[in-house]
């Protein structure tokens, strides 16, 4: 058991090459551009990449995790807006985000409030196609995604010249859910108990692949790495103690640059095994692969489970699984700052947790700034202090 | 088994000796150097027990200032330490208040006096000592007096919680003529409200009890108390109740100490 080993470390080979993904791919997109494709930036979950995929074009994430581009949103967009939001603005107004730059459309959804007024003053830098998004999860609200798909389909076919048929589509599906099957798989080795890569190592991952452009690599990419990490976690190779306090993040996206309650988390002496967030968990739902396709891609998107839906039964049915599957000692919910949906729903993650998994649960809220690391590092200290103590007592003396 | 706990706060450093029984206590202002302090809050508790500091078995440290002791055995946060140090005075404390110098807390303990659920205020120092001090500031009283003023005025309204803010609306209620008690029972209300919203997050019991160093306040205790409708109790030294848990940690510690 090499507990203790430095998370620097004697890292997993395809680690390192997964590490620098996001440099790599901005001259690969930088070429693929100049012989001719055509890049759809995205900023959330909730766009169909299947139909960016069946269109020919290449989907990419776009920046919007760093602290950096802020000050220079702020001069248009309100101070007290989320942290998200002002870094995506930020990036695209600053022209700092290679991918935004290479982008020849950009997808957006009514998600939030916040989000939605952005991408109309988004709309002036950049070709934009915002899709109504509806926030119920019913047939009704299925019927009229399915409008909204079909309106993107439209879009597509005719900003690129392209069609796109049902084999098409079919085919876009498989690839995508061949991805997901890969995300899903890496983040399962974190099951193990101890977890063979640390929370921090595992979110750079999910971020930097976020911008490749090429997804049968990334797939390949991410199968080696998984398998990499299992065999060390066989041969008893962790970051980690198998006591080491094993926490489940919920709530906002994170990626590099927002990462800090993570690394916050890891530096306490605990470790983030499960990202329930948008980049993580709720990413690897596949589409079904029977019936009408493009219906098959609205039922998928439409049940995502996050908080712009009301009301959002599916992300604490998901939570309670997780909280099972990984074997958590914690539930960590981060809300950033000016994010209402998560901040109110926060209340009733707390509530029906500590009702149906007896499980210890901390609320943060923050931004990317770093203003506010010793007050947090309290917090997440007392929290792993809290679950450290509920283990050495025994079950009968838990309240 | 001789064990030290010193509680290195934004404001004051505490010091508690205990080996059974406290045998020792000091506190110094923390000032600009939280190490400084630390290290003379220490000597000075051995000088109050008379022992020297070879006698120590155990050192644990807590309060925003635990990073910058090396001498530490072990560091704790603030709010497991509260905690253990309330469950010690009052073992029946089923809510902890702790109102500090720049944070507030409400942490929730169950019957062996260990944490099962807390809120801390957000980076801001509402409703803190901080924020008090400044507002005796503006009304050029000391705290004592602020809570004299107080007694029996009727409290005139106040809306800010920001330090900043809550100070230019003091500034303009003197400029109306408001009487300083009015002000300072309404400052006391606005602490109130805001330990109300904060407390509304976690589970409340029936005995709360209260620590840190506004608690040495009686009026704010009684408004407070007040405000969510609880009998509250405040230790003798509520600003020492840190410390006493962090001692007691050490005291019953196990094989890192």
């Given amino acids: 058991m090499l507990a203790g080993e430095t998370a620097a470390a004697g890292k997993a080979a395809a680690y390192e090459e997964i590490a620098t993904l996001r440099e790599r791919n901005a001259l690969a997109l930088k070429e693929a551009k100049e012989s001719g494709v055509k890049v759809v930036g995205t900023y959330c979950l909730y766009s169909p990449t299947e139909l960016i995929v069946a269109a020919g074009a ?65 709309g002036e830098l950049k070709p934009l ?29 005719e900003e690129f010249g392209v069609e796109i048929t049902a084999e098409g589509l079919t085919s876009a599906i498989n690839l995508v859910n061949e991805e997901r099957r890969s995300l899903k798989a890496l983040q399962d080795v974190c099951k193990l108990r101890p977890a063979p890569i640390s929370g921090s190592d595992l979110l750079a991952v999910l971020h ?33 103690h198998e006591r080491t306090p094993r926490v489940l993040l919920t709530g906002v996206p994170v990626g590099l640059g927002s990462d800090k309650v993570v690394r916050l988390v890891e530096e306490s002496g605990g470790c983030v095994v499960c990202f329930e967030s948008c980049g993580g968990y709720k990413k690897v739902d596949p589409v079904e692969v029977t019936g009408d396709p493009l219906r098959a891609i609205a039922e998928k998107y439409l049940r995502i489970p996050c908080s712009c839906m009301s009301p959002n039964q599916g992300r604490l049915q998901l939570l309670d699984t997780l909280v099972r599957e990984f074997q958590v000692d914690g539930v960590i919910d981060l809300t950033w700052q000016g994010c209402h949906t998560y901040n109110v729903e926060s209340y009733q993650v707390k509530t029906h947790l500590q009702r149906e998994d007896q499980i210890p649960f901390l609320q943060i809220e923050t931004d990317y700034s770093e203003s506010d690391t010793e007050q947090l590092k309290v917090r997440i200290e007392a929290f792993l202090e809290m679950i450290g103590r509920r283990r050495k007592m025994p079950e009968n003396a838990l309240p | 088994m001789l064990a030290a706990g010193i509680d290195i706060g934004s404001t004051g450093t505490k010091a508690v000796l205990f080996d059974g029984e406290v045998r020792g206590v000091s506190v110094v202002p923390t000032g600009w150097d939280p190490k400084g302090a630390g290290l003379s809050a220490l000597r000075q508790a051995l000088d109050c027990a008379g022992v020297p500091e070879s006698a120590l078995n155990c050192i644990v440290g807590t309060g925003y200032g635990r990073v910058s002791l090396p001498i530490f055995d072990r560091k704790v946060t603030e709010i497991t330490c509260h905690a253990r140090g309330a469950y010690h005075l009052f073992p029946d404390t089923g809510t902890l208040l702790d109102i500090g110098g720049q944070d507030c807390k409400v942490i929730s303990l169950d019957a062996h006096g260990g944490v099962v659920d807390f809120v801390m205020n957000d980076k801001c120092a509402a409703g803190t000592g901080r924020f008090l001090q400044v507002m005796a500031g503006v009304l050029e009283v000391t705290l004592e007096e ?36 009015s002000i300072a029972a309404g400052i006391f209300e606005a602490i109130s409200r805001r330990m109300q919203g904060l407390a509304g997050k976690v589970r409340i019991s029936s005995t709360v009890t209260f620590s840190g160093g506004v608690a040495l306040n009686p009026q704010i205790c009684r408004v407070i108390g007040a405000g969510l409708g609880v009998e509250m109790r405040v230790p003798a030294a509520p600003q020492f109740v840190g410390a006493l848990g962090a001692a007691l940690i050490g005291f019953e510690g196990d094989a890192a100490c």
């Avoid at chain 1, 915002?130 to 076919?157: F, G, S, T």
């Fill in chain 2, 146 to 181: 602020m809570g004299l003023l107080a007694v029996g005025a009727e409290p005139a309204p106040i809306s800010s919680m920001c330090t900043v803010f809550a100070e230019s609306e003091i500034v303009g209620l003197l400029a109306q003529g408001v009487a300083k008690g």
């Fill in chain 1, 58 to 122: 290449v989907p990419v994430s776009l920046c919007g995790t760093s602290q950096n581009p802020i000050a220079a949103a702020e001069k248009v967009l309100p101070r007290s807006l989320c942290p998200l939001i002002k870094s995506s603005y930020g990036f695209a107004l600053t022209d700092t985000c290679p991918f935004f730059h290479f982008s020849d459309l950009l997808l957006a959804e009514t998600t939030c409030d916040g989000k939605k007024k952005m991408y109309e003053l988004l």
């Fill in chain 1, 129 to 157: 196609h915002l899709m109504q998004l509806p926030q119920i999860q019913d047939e009704a609200a299925l019927d009229y995604w399915m409008v909204e798909l079909k309106r993107l389909v439209a879009r597509l076919q």
């Fill in chain 1, 208 to 240: 930097n692949r976020g911008f490749c452009i090429d997804k049968r690599q990334a797939i390949e990419l991410l199968d080696r790495l998984t398998a990499e990490l299992v065999e060390r976690a066989e041969s008893g190779v962790s970051p980690f």
